[in-house]
């Protein structure tokens, strides 16, 4: 079974995480088959970057979501989206408004749009 979860990467207390898809028995930060974003809670507001049709793709495929990625998903609005997809709307219409939402998120280095 296949499961999107968090892989730590970074130095001692200098923790971010890569969002990847891995096989549910390999270890935490052991293989995977796909990194599909990264996640940084260090940052003020912490920083997410989610290729959301690779999660999608591998949601239809069937993989899970992890309890970490399901928080830091549903904190973004992605988690939303995953379940509007499973009720059977339009892949294209939920991207473009990934997109949409993406360009309006203020980034925490600038603080600015």
Known sequence: MVRIRLRRV???RQASFRIVA???ESPRDGRFL???GHYNPRTQPATVTVQ???V???VKKGAQLSDSVEQVFRSNGILAR????????DVAQLLSEAAQAAATTISPK???L
């Open 34 to 36: 796909e990194i599909i």
């Open 82 to 89: 995953i379940e509007r997809m499973k009720k059977g709307e």
């Open 10 to 12: 970074g130095s001692k």
């Open 110 to 112: 600038t603080k600015q």
């Open 56 to 58: 999608y793709e591998w």
């Open 52 to 54: 959301e049709d690779r």
């Open 22 to 24: 891995a096989d549910k």
